[in-house]
């Protein structure tokens, strides 16, 4: 037969036989040219079924008129066999990992997928799959299907070559369009004018994960990315620990020489949170609120989302439970409330997120809050955990609209913690917005092993409140202290009448954390950087009184209660050391924790102090270091040197 006759009989083929397949297909309710699943109804949350009676209204799809060669549809059905059979065992990595992190055997594997069967044909209809062994399916990026396991999509995603599965695309990291806060650097105040200094604590740490990024990459990060109270108190400190759960805080203070200006010195005020054991801590009931827009589609986004929320699975108990609520261009629940103990239905719904579209992230907090409140636990700690990369973009995108939306579900027992994931395009202003006023902390995760340290090491302080609303206030002496600066704490300040209103929100501590913060003063008769006032001159009240640097008050709330309490603690004589070098390792490495950051903010009020003597006082002051985070310091700051070297600009 001649090549001409020959195409003319396969084009004949091709259009009697397409309509014939495509309406044997509708009839096993089988998506076209592909062995028909499962089909019983899966309840739909209210999200899909608005999204599918849009669908239902519109034009009927148009008639086929082609239908694909059988070899190709044979290698489309291999190519989704073989992303299936990858899903199985990334299901089962990660139970294993869960297992190990656990200290005990990992689960059951997922079971392997049997083998596509072959392509349908005109005269055969597509074989169901085996009994009990259910076809598993990819989680849609925007419709969302959730009956309290897996959500589902309607359809799966076209196949991809061979080539691209094994080498895909991943989009390029966005670069410079972060969103800081900026607020700027605070001063030395003269006792004689302003002696009271008040300030929320907190003991975020999202600002030092961010330098590290920024530093690993050889990139000095911005100025205003650097918060110096969250660079130190990134960093356990071995203050002493109350001893019981009724006074949940102990104070330590120091007095030594500035170890970068001479004539200065330094104060060192510490608390140490009570430790909550194990078999006395609350029930914990968190909604994983999970970013899934398309910018998450890179390595150390989505899945090191996945990877994170994994670990933290491990420091659950059986009385905790989970449940998952993502969103991009829409947002839906992906995980009914579920006991964490059913670790192996939690693990497949977090395997299962996928990235794609626009970030409708005040529509996830809408619905993750609602979730919460519906399954709300008064004798729990209820907490949403937001994991994202960036900006909100659809939807309610106002930084003070959410910010009120936070602080009224604030008030119904409800605290949100912040995970940033990525960099190039994160809103940390709205993310610090967002923990502060939720009563939570913010974190960000860059790597697999800062993951291990908030979510796993550090879990109970993640997610257990020892108190609320805690204030600190620092009277300082006139008579001792000509002038004072605290150094960071700028988006912290509160007014000096906030400290006794107990209606003014403030700061979280958790279970065992410390916090500490540092002032450097000017001793009276000191080298002053303003002049003094010509009159009124204060004197001490007592005898008593007139050796004290500066007296601490810390104003606390127990978190079930809405009444403060209040711990004194005088600062004098008594805790001074004569030199840098004889203070505490704890004071002494805070301390060149703090040079460090002031060095990246432009090294104002440090003088010529120099990245060298940052990393040789951080040296000599690591002490035990159990998990290794001030070594790891000492070569951030020396990351830090050659990237100046890249930036001469910069100091």
């Known amino acids: 037969m001649t090549p001409i006759r020959t195409a003319l009989a396969a084009s004949v083929v091709v259009i009697v036989a397409a309509p014939i397949a495509w ?26 079924q608005a999204a599918d009676d849009k669908r239902d209204t519109a034009a009927s799809p148009p008639p086929v008129t082609t239908m694909p060669p059988a070899d190709a549809t044979a290698g489309k059905l291999r190519d989704e066999a073989a992303q299936r059979q990858r899903a199985a065992e990334a299901a089962n990595q990660t139970m294993a990992m869960v297992g190990a992190e656990a200290g005990h055997a990992a689960p059951p594997a997922v079971a392997p997928m049997p083998p596509p ?24 990026k925007e419709a969302f299907r959730s009956s309290g396991d897996v959500a589902r999509p309607a359809a799966p995603a076209p196949a991809r070559s061979i080539a691209a599965m094994e080498a895909p695309a991943q989009p390029a990291e966005p670069v410079g369009q972060e969103k800081f806060d900026g607020k700027p650097q605070s001063g030395f105040k003269s006792t004689q004018e302003a002696p009271v200094s008040t300030f929320s604590i907190d003991v975020d740490t999202a600002s030092y994960g961010y ?26 400190y071995n203050y002493p620990v109350p001893e019981n759960r009724e006074t949940p805080f102990k104070v330590t203070a120091s007095v030594f020489p500035s170890p970068w200006a001479e004539g200065r010195k330094i104060v060192r005020v510490g608390i140490k949170g009570y430790e909550i054991q194990p078999e006395t801590r609350p029930k914990a009931n968190l909604v994983f609120l999970v970013d899934t827009s398309g910018s998450m589609n890179g390595p150390n986004r989505l899945p090191l989302v996945k990877q994170s929320l994994s670990l933290l699975l491990t420091k659950l108990g059986e009385g905790d439970r989970v449940a998952i609520v993502a969103y991009a261009g829409e947002a839906g629940t992906v995980l009914e409330p579920t006991p964490a103990s059913d670790k192996q239905k939690i693990l497949s719904a977090i395997e299962g997120l ?67 994931f990525g960099m190039g395009n994160t809103n940390d202003a709205l993310m610090q917005t967002l923990a502060q006023n939720g009563n939570g902390t913010a974190a960000t995760i860059d790597t697999i092993n800062e993951a291990r340290k908030v979510l796993v090491e550090e879990a109970t302080a993640t997610l257990f409140p020892i108190a609320k609303d805690v204030k600190i206030q620092v009277e300082f002496n006139p008579t001792t202290v000509a002038e004072y600066r605290l150094i960071g704490y700028e988006t912290r300040a509160l007014a000096r009448e906030d400290f006794e209103n107990d209606k003014v929100d403030a700061g979280e501590i958790g279970s065992g954390q410390s916090a500490t ?8 008769g000191g080298p002053r950087t303003v002049p003094p006032l010509r009159y009124g001159e204060a004197k001490p009240e007592t005898a008593s009184q007139a050796g004290e640097y500066a007296f601490v008050k810390v104003r606390y709330k127990q978190p079930d209660q809405d009444v403060s309490k209040l711990i004194e603690t005088p600062v004098g004589p008594s805790v001074e050391q004569p030199s840098f070098d004889k203070a505490d390792e704890d004071a002494r490495f805070a301390t060149a924790v703090a040079g460090f950051g002031e060095i990246l903010r432009g090294g104002k009020w440090t003088g010529k102090l120099k990245l060298d003597d940052v990393a040789k006082w951080a040296s000599a002051a690591r002490g035990e270091d159990p998990y290794g985070y001030r070594s790891e310091f000492v070569q951030i700051v020396r990351a830090a040197k050659s990237a100046q070297a890249l930036h001469p600009s910069r100091r």
Request: net charge neutral; no cysteine; charged share 20%.
């Open 23 to 48: 309406q044997l297909s509708r009839e096993q309710g089988a998506p076209f040219g592909r062995p028909a699943e499962d089909t019983a109804p899966i309840p739909k949350s209210v999200i899909e």
């Open 211 to 236: 330098v590290r990024a920024s530093l690993n990459r050889n990139v000095l990060p911005p100025a205003a990315a650097v918060r110096t109270e969250e660079l130190i108190n990134y960093f356990p």
């Open 117 to 140: 069967a072959p392509p349908p044909t005109l005269l055969s209809k597509p074989s169901p799959p085996p009994s009990g062994q259910p076809q598993p399916r990819a989680l849609h």
């Open 354 to 420: 996928g990235a794609g579209g626009s970030t409708a992230g005040g529509e996830g907090l809408r619905q993750a809050y609602a979730l919460a409140e519906r399954n709300f636990d008064p004798k729990a700690v209820n907490r949403v955990m937001l994991a994202t990369d960036g900006d909100f973009n659809v939807g309610i995108t106002s930084q003070e609209e959410l910010k009120g939306f936070v602080e009224r579900k604030r008030e119904t027992g409800i605290f949100l913690s912040v995970l940033g």
């Open 517 to 524: 913060a540092l002032y450097e003063i000017v001793p009276a």
